[in-house]
């Protein structure tokens, strides 16, 4: 019981009777220890000391990040694939880098020569460190057709990296160093272009563009948040608290994190840190706003400034803690996620928030009473004179009398206004082409353009189908069974190609695979042993040399890219007619998953058939983040209403508050999707945006609900319905105000960073913002306390509705 007592003490708004303070509260009494005398001092210390422990241990979080967690999609089809492709092709671990050469009259004999000079490098031994196999007309004669266009304008070398993560600090300096060598070739005495692009390319260009936005996202933040509180509060003093608060709060941050993921507790991207800085400074800028708020209110009745500082305390340190709380259950749903975009932002980000709530509930008061009066330089309150200008009517004063005179107005008008906006959720398509995101011009981004130009959409990025065959079958003696598979395949309408070993070129086998599989067998093994380790010797050299094949031998060479050493794994590659990374493309992964295992069953090869690629991984990423949305959003409403819920003492009051935020954010989403598609011609929303905007607005927005009401439920049980919500809204309406422009203003901020995720993001949590702000809080809400009157309450007890 006493358990129980404690903890609905500390998430339930109090009810303050007059002036005096509840001593025996534990919020009460935390506030009087943080803001005594010797306490505050001992606060300030403690913050201190953590700050320059934390700062001075090693490593430093920049120096872990991990950018691969994006990426990650858990133990996904394409996954295991993958991994199988790893274990039974050796050589074809890495990532690719696709160097374009492209002239739009036609390349010439000159354009050839020059590409010859970059292939001939890149096999030299001087070439960088990571390069290892390098496909080209030079290198592999017989994939001319497939590397050269058929409009003669572009071809292609893909260099394999021997590089495994996409956050290898060594993939930015191999790439540096094959366009050191290719710059000079682009564009040099010709219309020849040369670009460096595919997988390598574009992880490179990752990391090269947010080089150095850490420091750039901070100093923005930082000013744009100073410039607004210096405007709301005409106080330098008061601008550079929460600065300082959250300053020193993200330097613990950091080091706690560094310290977490060296214990591989959990990983964090540089996405990830982005995003949690902008978090800082907006939650942490709130929860100052509305202990400032309240502390100037408390002046007015409080015999001195330091019980005022304490009953500001008293009042609102229970909505910010069921804030906070509400911001980090939503965060830690995310820990059940399968997608990497998502998991990996929940524990950093739940982290950072605990620690801002308790520097919002230990180092800010303690920081106010260390100030005392200074806090307000150069405007220091006049109480006489600041109770008068309170008492003349404000915005929000005239507002809310209108909202209580016509509430049904409020509402309807407020709801039609907001479905409207939700209108522009219609037809918008999720966006799961990562090549699209920049936001800036990139060399890997031009070179698409002219791959994607210039060659059939699927060679861009061809996606595997990988057979294990059952024990005991060698793939040599299955030509005939393998090619029946790769027929089938080819039946699907979205697929132009099909490669595999008896159709290298992904054309009709120009032998008969029952020919071609008699004649591999006479090929004698020391031949097919030298084939496979590259040291090929001369037909007259081996026995019976003379009467070899010359065409055989290449056949067979060429089949070792789809058969593995041990014999047992086939992989066929499948080029399909549409982009890649658009949703046909994603619609033709299961239906060739399907045709695939049938064809392969059919044929006796066993059941062991799996895709890979670019396109398989991208729909499985589809797959797992449907999934992840049909688990995390339920949640996130379940335990929002449950901490609403226990604040307000109510069941109805939660059911009303949750259906606006669910408002909001479908007419925050439809009106951004509009701005976007429409009006700036993007192809639509990335695909994490929904999911990452749902649970800062849901999170976000429940912190302006629970101050909103938990004032509203103080100031209703002592003036009655109409007054009450009248003077709450009055009172709270310019904290909120303040609060929500300037952590919209934080998260406008994202926009400056060069990916379309992150820009996406930005937009449509700061519209959300707003929207809540001025419509939600302003209109809605109480609009809808006001129609419902003591039934909001329910099952509470009862409250004055005079």
């Known amino acids: 019981m006493k358990v129980e007592s404690a903890f609905t003490s500390a998430v339930q708004q109090p009810e303050l009777t007059g002036n005096q303070p509840p001593v025996n509260n534990p919020v009460y009494r935390l506030g009087k220890l943080v803001t005594g005398k010797r306490g505050r001092w001992v606060v300030l210390i403690v913050w201190i000391l953590l700050t320059g422990l934390m700062s001075s241990l090693p490593p430093k979080l920049s120096s872990l990040y991990d950018d691969n967690l994006a990426s990650d999609i858990g133990d996904q089809e394409s996954v295991r694939a993958s991994k199988l492709l790893e274990q039974a092709f050796p050589d074809r671990k890495g990532l690719p880098a696709i160097i374009a050469f492209y002239n739009p009259s036609g390349l010439t004999d000159s354009d050839f020569a020059t590409a010859q000079k970059v292939s001939d490098w890149l096999v030299s031994g001087n070439q960088p460190a990571k390069v290892g196999q390098v496909l080209s007309i030079y290198t592999v004669p017989q994939s001319r057709s497939q590397l050269v266009s058929a409009n003669g304008t572009t071809m292609t070398m893909i260099v394999s990296l021997n590089i495994l993560s996409s956050s290898d600090k060594s993939l930015t300096d191999s790439v540096k160093a094959i366009r050191a060598f290719t710059d000079p070739l682009d564009g040099h005495g010709s219309s020849l272009q040369v670009k460096v692009t595919g997988a390598g390319g574009v992880a490179a260009d990752a990391q090269l563009v947010f080089t150095g936005t850490d420091v750039t996202l901070l100093l923005t933040t930082v000013a744009l948040v100073l410039v607004l509180l210096i405007v709301i509060y005409r106080s330098p003093v008061l601008a550079l608290l929460p600065l300082i608060a959250v300053g020193i709060t993200q330097s613990v941050i950091g080091g706690i994190l560094a310290l977490a993921v060296k214990a591989n507790l959990f990983g964090i991207s540089q996405m990830d840190s982005s995003i949690m800085t902008i978090l800082l400074f907006g939650a942490g800028t709130d929860y100052?706003?509305?202990?400032?708020?309240r502390y100037?209110?408390?002046?007015?009745?409080?015999?001195?400034?330091?019980?005022?500082?304490?009953?500001?305390?008293?009042?609102?340190?229970?909505?910010?803690?069921?804030?906070?709380?509400?911001?980090?259950?939503?965060?830690?749903?995310?820990?059940?996620?399968?997608v990497g975009i998502y998991h990996s932002l929940g524990p950093s980000l739940a982290t950072a928030i605990a620690v801002m709530l308790i520097a919002g509930l230990t180092l800010v008061p303690a920081l106010l009473a260390i100030l005392g009066s200074f806090a307000f330089w150069p405007f220091r309150p006049d109480l006489k004179k600041d109770k008068a200008i309170s008492t003349k009517p404000t915005f929000w004063g005239k507002l809310a009398r209108q909202v209580s005179h016509h509430p049904l107005v409020a509402v309807l008008g407020s709801l039609v206004f907001l479905l409207i906006l939700s209108l522009g959720n219609l037809g918008v398509n999720e966006v799961y082409n990562f090549l699209t995101g920049f936001r800036q011009p990139t060399a890997s981004a031009s070179g698409y353009k002219i791959l994607a130009n210039n060659f059939e959409p699927g060679a861009l990025a061809p996606f595997d189908v990988v057979i294990q065959l059952k024990d005991g079958t060698n793939a040599y003696q299955k030509l005939v069974e393998i090619d029946q598979i790769s027929q089938a395949i080819a039946t699907n309408s979205n697929v132009?190609?099909?490669?595999?070993?008896?159709?290298?070129?992904?054309?009709?086998?120009?032998?008969?695979?029952?020919?071609?599989?008699q004649q591999f067998a006479t090929l004698p093994p020391a031949l097919t042993e030298a084939i496979r380790s590259g040291k090929m010797p001369t037909t007259g050299s081996m026995p019976g040399g003379s009467s070899l094949n010359p065409q055989i031998i290449g056949l067979y060479a060429q089949t070792i890219s789809y058969i593995s050493p041990s014999n047992t794994v086939v992989r066929l590659q499948i080029t399909l007619k549409s982009d890649p990374y658009g949703v046909p493309a994603l619609d033709s992964v299961s239906p060739i998953r399907t045709i695939a295992k049938q064809a392969t069953q059919k044929a006796g090869l066993g059941e062991n058939v799996s895709l890979t690629g670019m396109t398989a991984q991208l729909d499985d990423t589809r797959q797992a983040s449907d999934h992840d949305k049909l688990i995390v959003i339920p949640l996130v409403i379940l335990l929002t209403g449950l901490i609403l819920g226990l604040l307000l003492r109510s069941l109805v009051a939660p059911l009303f508050l949750l259906a606006a935020v669910l408002l909001n954010f479908f007419a925050a989403l439809g009106i951004s999707s509009f701005l976007f598609t429409t009006i700036q011609g993007d192809d639509g929303l990335s695909y994490a945006t929904p999911l990452y905007a749902f649970i800062f607005l849901v999170a976000l927005g429940a912190d302006y609900t629970i101050f909103l009401m938990s004032r509203v439920r103080e100031e209703v049980a002592k003036l009655g319905l109409v007054e009450g919500t009248q003077k709450a809204v009055t009172n709270t309406g310019g904290v909120i105000t303040s609060a929500g422009i300037i952590l919209a203003g934080t998260f406008l901020v994202l926009t400056t960073l060069p990916l379309r995720d992150l820009y996406q993001l930005g937009i449509v949590v700061a519209v959300g913002i707003l929207l809540d702000t001025f419509i939600v809080r302003g209109l809605l809400v109480p609009g809808v306390v006001l129609l419902l009157g003591d039934a909001t309450w329910w099952p509470g007890k009862r409250l004055k509705t005079k």
């Open 296 to 338: 100037r209110e408390e002046l007015h009745s409080a015999p001195d400034r330091l019980t005022a500082l304490r009953n500001a305390y008293f009042g609102v340190a229970s909505a910010i803690l069921s804030s906070a709380g509400t911001v980090i259950a939503a965060l830690l749903v995310l820990l059940l996620a399968i």
């Open 288 to 293: 100052t706003i509305f202990l400032i708020s």
């Open 496 to 517: 132009a190609m099909v490669s595999g070993p008896t159709r290298p070129d992904g054309k009709t086998p120009s032998v008969d695979p029952a020919s071609l599989q």
